[in-house]
């Protein structure tokens, strides 16, 4: 036990002191910053402006109003020009600016009763994306709508009326404290910690993995098998690795919450301006009211259960997968060219996530339940549901199961990396490791 | 009194045999020579010995006790796939290993700065590892296996890549921990460093042992009694034909007897040629001539 200490230490120190470390640590929330703001930008200048023509040539729509986008992408002229004239002139390739990016062209033969047949044309110079075209389209449909209500005396109160929309509250029976939104601050912390778990994963496990076939590259393994067991370094490995990590998440906690104010400084300009800040949330499809919502319901998710479980199964997840990036490093070749050696355990890492993304939505589904019972995906698919007020006896079992499955990987792992540590020279096979796997100690 | 035992050791790598039934004995304060050429399974007794493997049967004694890990204490030893961490300094790098053997921080300390003052070397405590050349690194090396003073050591190659100079050292160092009664088993394919510094040798081929001995009982066992003779002047003709000659030049003649000849009997007849014999030797085997003989036979 003492000997795993003096290799923790050594595992520690040696990582948290290098300039890659400090860098690391201190230029990801920097980065996370940047990318907000990137992303800022770019939602308020990509969104370029269309100037679209309407030439009205059956006279229906003279009288309803076509709105512009609210978010000053989209404009629309009524002209009275020339369809064929403005539209030789548009064509013309030399003009860098023209008037209009765009015609609709409806014809006079257009018919209420019949609207795509003929049809209202589109015709443009620059090719509209996805997201103007349907906008495009949807503000024709309710303008038609509009004119078709008009046409039946139903006047402009009565249209608005009829379009109120309802919004269910959806609120448990047996649980008070899920209000409405419940749901969706239930969803983000869930993704927000499987997400945090399938990142660390992959981190620290490359980690160990980096660490454990550096020592067998330098040679430095044969030196130390002499001195202590191959479970010692392996475990020493694995909890020094884990150390490091835990103080970068506590590090990156801390700052976070100081870029989260510089960034939600900004943040509340852009929110203050139409363009830009609201574009981008309407286009994610969560209204301002959500987010009141969800950082209103955040306080009533399970806390103390979430602190006492994130951590066991983030230790779980570290544990189960740590030990088994750590057998790779020690059956990778010494160039580190067998790369497949990774994909058995990097495949559950992603299905995992995979799942985790399928259950906030589906929490109750028969996937969820066993994507968070089954050891290889729980720590992720867990982490995600808890939130969720998964059933007791679901949890107990699932940690049951992860505490099993740890003990069996770090098991299986050891006796690879024990053999593994060893062997230079030649290219390790799948076949040779699944032998050193059953073979006796 | 016998500082380790290795008694029927058998060891299996699935069907390949790396340790086939090795049995022999290492006596206290010795300085042991184990040889085999490269694949005759001298790591793996080594690493049997060390306790990174476990012999499928057999047993290996330590000091009269059966071979367990607290012994691993009490032996260092110097691989000769041997590394270091490239990005950790001198002083904590060997502070770290001396801990791994059971060194208390203060222990540790002070050893690694006795050391490191004996090889001359106390300029590099704060110099990272990968600033050092192989020879430098190889000196980091030996003072890693010596650091925890231990009873037994194994020196696989401890000479390879270091300059004369250096070589130098590390043998007297090697010298200095023997008479100090530390017993040192000395894996090498250099034959004539064996011959130097070893007492006896075990010669191991194909996992199996092959030969066994002191080295003086080992150069007469072998002896196939040749002599060289120097002498000036001239031998009359046919003298020479009654002998089995190997070896003939200017004043100077080797001779090979069959068994039931003596030295002296050669001697006689040259005396009674009447040329002045300048010397008269007899020529052993080297340790590298037995090395070869063995292994081409077994």
Same mark, same amino acid.
């Given at each position: 036990?003492?000997?795993?200490?003096?290799?923790?230490?050594?595992?520690?120190?040696?990582?948290?002191?290098?300039?890659?470390?400090?860098?690391?640590?201190?230029?990801?929330?920097?980065?996370?910053?940047?990318?907000?703001?990137?992303?800022?930008?770019?939602?308020?200048?990509?969104?370029?402006?269309?100037?679209?023509?309407?030439?009205?040539?059956?006279?229906?729509?003279?009288?309803?109003?076509?709105?512009?986008?609210?978010?000053?992408?989209?404009?629309?002229?009524?002209?009275?020009?020339?369809?064929?004239?403005?539209?030789?002139?548009?064509?013309?390739?030399?003009?860098?600016?023209?008037?209009?990016?765009?015609?609709?062209?409806?014809?006079?033969?257009?018919?209420?009763?019949?609207?795509?047949?003929?049809?209202?044309?589109?015709?443009?110079?620059?090719?509209?994306?996805?997201?103007?075209?349907?906008?495009?389209?949807?503000?024709?449909?309710?303008?038609?709508?509009?004119?078709?209500?008009?046409?039946?005396?139903?006047?402009?109160?009565?249209?608005?009326?009829?379009?109120?929309?309802?919004?269910?509250?959806?609120?448990?029976?047996?649980?008070?404290?899920?209000?409405?939104?419940?749901?969706?601050?239930?969803?983000?912390?869930?993704?927000?910690?499987?997400?945090?778990?399938?990142?660390?994963?992959?981190?620290?496990?490359?980690?160990?993995?980096?660490?454990?076939?550096?020592?067998?590259?330098?040679?430095?393994?044969?030196?130390?098998?002499?001195?202590?067991?191959?479970?010692?370094?392996?475990?020493?490995?694995?909890?020094?690795?884990?150390?490091?990590?835990?103080?970068?998440?506590?590090?990156?906690?801390?700052?976070?919450?100081?870029?989260?104010?510089?960034?939600?400084?900004?943040?509340?300009?852009?929110?203050?301006?139409?363009?830009?800040?609201?574009?981008?949330?309407?286009?994610?499809?969560?209204?301002?009211?959500?987010?009141?919502?969800?950082?209103?319901?955040?306080?009533?998710?399970?806390?103390?259960?979430?602190?006492?479980?994130?951590?066991?199964?983030?230790?779980?997840?570290?544990?189960?997968?740590?030990?088994?990036?750590?057998?790779?490093?020690?059956?990778?070749?010494?160039?580190?060219?067998?790369?497949?050696?990774?994909?058995?355990?990097?495949?559950?890492?992603?299905?995992?996530?995979?799942?985790?993304?399928?259950?906030?939505?589906?929490?109750?589904?028969?996937?969820?339940?066993?994507?968070?019972?089954?050891?290889?995906?729980?720590?992720?698919?867990?982490?995600?549901?808890?939130?969720?007020?998964?059933?007791?006896?679901?949890?107990?079992?699932?940690?049951?199961?992860?505490?099993?499955?740890?003990?069996?990987?770090?098991?299986?792992?050891?006796?690879?990396?024990?053999?593994?540590?060893?062997?230079?020279?030649?290219?390790?096979?799948?076949?040779?490791?699944?032998?050193?796997?059953?073979?006796?100690? | @009194?016998?500082?380790?035992?290795?008694?029927?050791?058998?060891?299996?790598?699935?069907?390949?045999?790396?340790?086939?039934?090795?049995?022999?004995?290492?006596?206290?304060?010795?300085?042991?020579?184990?040889?085999?050429?490269?694949?005759?399974?001298?790591?793996?007794?080594?690493?049997?010995?060390?306790?990174?493997?476990?012999?499928?049967?057999?047993?290996?004694?330590?000091?009269?006790?059966?071979?367990?890990?607290?012994?691993?204490?009490?032996?260092?030893?110097?691989?000769?796939?041997?590394?270091?961490?490239?990005?950790?300094?001198?002083?904590?790098?060997?502070?770290?290993?001396?801990?791994?053997?059971?060194?208390?921080?203060?222990?540790?300390?002070?050893?690694?700065?006795?050391?490191?003052?004996?090889?001359?070397?106390?300029?590099?405590?704060?110099?990272?590892?990968?600033?050092?050349?192989?020879?430098?690194?190889?000196?980091?090396?030996?003072?890693?296996?010596?650091?925890?003073?231990?009873?037994?050591?194994?020196?696989?190659?401890?000479?390879?890549?270091?300059?004369?100079?250096?070589?130098?050292?590390?043998?007297?160092?090697?010298?200095?921990?023997?008479?100090?009664?530390?017993?040192?088993?000395?894996?090498?394919?250099? @034959?004539?460093?064996?011959?130097?510094?070893?007492?006896?040798?075990?010669?191991?081929?194909?996992?199996?042992?092959?030969?066994?001995?002191?080295?003086?009982?080992?150069?007469?066992?072998?002896?196939?009694?040749?002599?060289?003779?120097?002498?000036?002047?001239?031998?009359?003709?046919?003298?020479?034909?009654?002998?089995?000659?190997?070896?003939?030049?200017?004043?100077?003649?080797?001779?090979?007897?069959?068994?039931?000849?003596?030295?002296?009997?050669?001697?006689?007849?040259?005396?009674?040629?009447?040329?002045?014999?300048?010397?008269?030797?007899?020529?052993?085997?080297?340790?590298?001539?037995?090395?070869?003989?063995?292994?081409?036979?077994?």
């Amino acid at each position: 036990m003492n000997k795993i200490w003096i290799i923790i230490q050594r595992e520690y120190i040696t990582r948290v002191r290098k300039k890659s470390f400090l860098l690391i640590t201190l230029l990801a929330p920097l980065g996370f910053l940047l990318l907000t703001l990137f992303s800022v930008l770019i939602s308020s200048y990509s969104q370029d402006k269309t100037d679209v023509a309407i030439i009205d040539e059956s006279g229906l729509f003279s009288d309803t109003p076509i709105p512009d986008a609210e978010d000053e992408t989209v404009y629309f002229h009524k002209i009275s020009d020339n369809y064929e004239k403005l539209s030789a002139e548009l064509a013309k390739k030399d003009d860098k600016q023209p008037k209009y990016e765009a015609i609709i062209y409806i014809p006079k033969n257009f018919d209420l009763n019949s609207p795509n047949k003929p049809g209202i044309a589109y015709r443009y110079v620059k090719r509209p994306g996805l997201s103007k075209r349907s906008f495009i389209n949807q503000r024709m449909t309710d303008a038609l709508q509009k004119l078709r209500m008009s046409l039946l005396h139903i006047n402009e109160q009565q249209i608005e009326d009829m379009q109120q929309k309802v919004t269910l509250n959806f609120e448990s029976l047996n649980n008070e404290k899920e209000k409405q939104g419940y749901a969706d601050a239930a969803a983000l912390v869930g993704m927000v910690m499987g997400f945090a778990i399938y990142i660390s994963l992959f981190l620290y496990g490359t980690m160990i993995m980096k660490g454990v076939m550096e020592e067998k590259t330098n040679r430095i393994v044969e030196v130390l098998t002499s001195s202590v067991k191959p479970f010692q370094m392996l475990m020493g490995k694995i909890l020094g690795v884990g150390a490091v990590g835990l103080t970068q998440f506590v590090l990156w906690i801390l700052l976070m919450f100081g870029v989260n104010l510089i960034s939600g400084a900004i943040f509340g300009i852009a929110l203050s301006h139409p363009a830009s800040g609201m574009g981008q949330l309407q286009n994610s499809g969560v209204e301002p009211d959500d987010i009141l919502a969800i950082t209103q319901n955040i306080s009533s998710l399970p806390i103390l259960q979430i602190v006492i479980l994130f951590p066991l199964y983030f230790l779980g997840g570290f544990f189960l997968y740590g030990s088994l990036f750590a057998a790779v490093g020690a059956a990778m070749g010494e160039d580190g060219d067998q790369q497949s050696l990774m994909i058995p355990i990097t495949i559950p890492i992603i299905i995992a996530i995979m799942i985790a993304i399928n259950v906030i939505n589906n929490p109750d589904s028969a996937l969820g339940f066993w994507g968070s019972i089954i050891p290889f995906t729980s720590p992720i698919v867990m982490s995600a549901l808890l939130p969720f007020r998964p059933e007791w006896w679901q949890i107990a079992l699932s940690l049951v199961l992860l505490i099993g499955g740890f003990l069996l990987t770090t098991y299986v792992a050891a006796k690879v990396y024990r053999a593994g540590i060893l062997m230079y020279g030649k290219k390790i096979k799948l076949k040779e490791i699944i032998r050193w796997i059953f073979s006796k100690s | @009194m016998t500082q380790l035992s290795l008694q029927h050791v058998i060891k299996r790598y699935g069907s390949y045999t790396a340790s086939d039934d090795v049995s022999f004995e290492i006596p206290k304060g010795k300085i042991f020579g184990l040889l085999g050429p490269n694949g005759a399974g001298k790591t793996t007794l080594i690493r049997m010995i060390t306790r990174i493997l476990y012999p499928d049967s057999g047993t290996i004694l330590f000091d009269g006790e059966l071979l367990c890990d607290k012994h691993t204490e009490r032996i260092g030893y110097m691989p000769e796939e041997r590394g270091l961490y490239k990005k950790m300094k001198v002083g904590e790098h060997l502070i770290y290993l001396a801990r791994l053997k059971g060194l208390s921080l203060a222990e540790a300390k002070e050893k690694v700065n006795y050391w490191l003052n004996r090889l001359e070397v106390t300029d590099w405590y704060l110099k990272h590892i990968e600033e050092l050349s192989k020879g430098m690194s190889q000196k980091i090396q030996f003072i890693a296996t010596v650091l925890h003073d231990p009873e037994l050591l194994i020196l696989d190659e401890p000479f390879s890549g270091l300059d004369p100079i250096n070589s130098k050292l590390i043998e007297e160092e090697i010298n200095r921990l023997s008479e100090q009664e530390k017993t040192i088993i000395f894996s090498t394919h250099r @034959m004539e460093q064996v011959e130097e510094i070893c007492d006896d040798i075990v010669l191991v081929n194909k996992g199996r042992k092959i030969l066994e001995g002191e080295i003086k009982e080992l150069k007469q066992r072998f002896k196939e009694n040749k002599f060289r003779v120097s002498y000036r002047g001239e031998l009359s003709d046919g003298v020479l034909d009654k002998l089995h000659v190997l070896s003939q030049a200017e004043g100077s003649v080797v001779v090979q007897f069959s068994e039931e000849h003596h030295g002296n009997d050669l001697l006689k007849l040259f005396i009674e040629q009447e040329v002045e014999v300048t010397a008269f030797n007899e020529i052993l085997p080297s340790i590298n001539e037995i090395f070869i003989r063995q292994v081409e036979q077994s």
